[in-house]
């Protein structure tokens, strides 16, 4: 690996924060006694409208944990944003979870829990309404939120999709 390509890698590295939203330890029982296993769901984001959703698994958290992150890494998102808060009311649900947000006025912070929370604090919306209405799942949590955010389109985009052009 050349010194210019590590660099790189460590100003994207600086660039995105992680966050670990839960961390699951599940158990094999073999003849010697039991096999535990971790899956860790972990959410990077740069709080400037990108962030990256990934599930590591591995037999130690550590590893868990970094796979995860490097998961989340690979799979970058973009949310069409209003200022600080969302373009427009949107629900989503994915498996068992099932979430709703709004915009709301600026100052009003981020009104969100759990998973949610950390989806949102790292893709940069400062302002919104949220509320997680079906299973507290922190995996299908976070995958209903992405699924919400995806759902998200700009003003650009609508205006484009109905022909019309953009004044201004």
Same mark, same amino acid.
């Given at each position: 690996?050349?010194?210019?390509? $590590?660099?790189? /890698? /460590?100003?994207?590295?600086?660039? =995105?924060? /992680?966050?670990?939203?839960?961390?699951?330890?599940?158990? $094999? *029982?073999?003849?010697?006694?039991?096999? =535990?296993? =971790?899956?860790?769901?972990?959410?990077?984001?740069?709080? $400037?409208? %990108?962030? +990256?959703? +990934?599930?590591?698994?591995?037999?130690? *958290?550590?590893?868990?944990?970094?796979?995860? !992150?490097?998961?989340?890494? $690979?799979?970058?998102?973009?949310?069409?944003?209003?200022?600080?808060?969302?373009?427009? !009311?949107?629900?989503?649900? =994915?498996?068992? +979870?099932?979430?709703?947000?709004?915009?709301?006025?600026?100052?009003?912070?981020?009104?969100?829990?759990?998973?949610?929370?950390?989806?949102?604090?790292?893709?940069?919306?400062?302002?919104?309404?949220?509320?997680?209405?079906? !299973?507290?799942?922190?995996?299908?949590?976070?995958?209903? %939120?992405?699924?919400?955010?995806?759902?998200?389109?700009?003003? /650009?985009?609508?205006?484009?999709?109905? +022909?019309?052009?953009?004044?201004?």
């Amino acid at each position: 690996m050349s010194a210019a390509h $590590k660099y790189h /890698d /460590d100003d994207k590295a600086k660039e =995105f924060e /992680d966050r670990v939203v839960s961390i699951n330890r599940c158990s $094999k *029982v073999v003849k010697g006694g039991r096999n =535990f296993s =971790f899956s860790a769901l972990v959410v990077v984001g740069n709080r $400037k409208g %990108t962030f +990256g959703i +990934g599930l590591g698994k591995a037999n130690e *958290v550590a590893d868990a944990i970094r796979k995860g !992150s490097e998961i989340a890494r $690979k799979n970058l998102i973009k949310v069409p944003m209003n200022k600080y808060t969302i373009t427009h !009311s949107v629900e989503a649900s =994915f498996g068992g +979870g099932r979430v709703m947000m709004k915009p709301a006025a600026p100052g009003t912070g981020l009104i969100a829990g759990g998973g949610m929370r950390a989806v949102l604090d790292l893709a940069g919306i400062k302002d919104v309404l949220a509320k997680s209405l079906g !299973s507290n799942n922190p995996v299908n949590v976070v995958k209903a %939120t992405v699924a919400a955010i995806q759902s998200l389109r700009s003003k /650009d985009e609508i205006l484009a999709k109905r +022909g019309i052009q953009k004044i201004g």
